[in-house]
Antibody, heavy 122, light 107 residues
Framework: EVHLVASGGGLVQPGGSLRLSCAAS????????MNWVRQAPGKGLEWLSY????????YQADSVKGRFSISRDNANNSVFLQINSLRAEDTALFYC???????????????WGQGTLVTVSS | DIQMTQSPSSLSASVGDRVTITCRAS??????LNWYQQKPGKAPKLLIY???SLQSGVPSRFSGSGSGTDFTLTVNSLQPEDFATYYC?????????FGQGTKLEIK
């Protein structure tokens, strides 16, 4: 059974940093792309970042480019999101999600983790 | 960026009803349109991918259609567990974008 467990969230002051992790199990992690999506309290879903199975392709939303950085460790079945220069508007539940299918031909997010909450406040 | 617009934003219906949610893209996305269901306090769940393919394990009362810029999600014979928020998402280009969501409530 596929499991994605996100961790690393917490309360951080404006300007601070966090490293979010997502531990995967139940599938061959090195064969799948991964994504991060966030959801501010009471709001909709916002796609943040994509990393291909071999880390050869990385894409990010313009809203976080330069502040957020995605990476992965296939040996340890994990994907990460380094989030820097945090602002109050970054307060959200951050989800990791597995990408299925070809990136250029309709990839979809077939499994999601439970999310990790990031709260930016002084 | 491709804008995804869902309508309605909220919808009240009764158990047993048939409901349709629409999603319009600001430019053509072929059939690279996915639908997700989210219940309060839970992660989103994939329902439909590439416009009309039913994800494994999803009840057949859910169906999707459309191509180009206009898409629909239909739920036949609503069940109590179907009351949730539904999102469309395009996977045609970067950034991947979601619709604003449609909250389906019990009448």
């Amino acid at each position: 059974e596929v499991h994605l467990v996100a961790s690393g969230g917490g309360l951080v002051q404006p300007g601070g940093s966090l490293r979010l992790s997502c531990a995967a199990s139940g599938f061959t992690f090195s064969r799948y792309a991964m994504n991060w999506v966030r959801q501010a309290p009471g709001k909709g879903l916002e796609w943040l970042s994509y990393i291909s199975a071999d880390s050869g392709m990385i894409y990010q939303a313009d809203s976080v480019k330069g502040r957020f950085s995605i990476s992965r460790d296939n040996a340890n079945n994990s994907v990460f999101l380094q989030i820097n220069s945090l602002r109050a508007e970054d307060t959200a539940l951050f989800y990791c999600a597995r990408g299925f299918g070809s990136f250029d031909y309709g990839e979809f997010l077939d499994y999601w983790g439970q999310g990790t909450l990031v709260t930016v406040s002084s | 960026d491709i804008q995804m617009t869902q309508s309605p934003s909220s919808l009240s219906a009764s158990v047993g009803d048939r409901v349709t949610i629409t999603c319009r893209a600001s430019q053509t996305i072929n059939n690279y349109l996915n639908w997700y269901q989210q219940k309060p306090g839970k992660a989103p769940k994939l329902l439909i991918y590439t416009a009309s393919s039913l994800q494994s394990g999803v009840p057949s009362r859910f169906s999707g259609s459309g191509s180009g810029t206009d898409f629909t999600l239909t739920v036949n014979s609503l069940q109590p567990e179907d009351f949730a928020t539904y999102y469309c998402q395009q996977s045609y280009s970067i950034p991947r974008t979601f619709g604003q969501g449609t909250k389906l409530e019990i009448k």
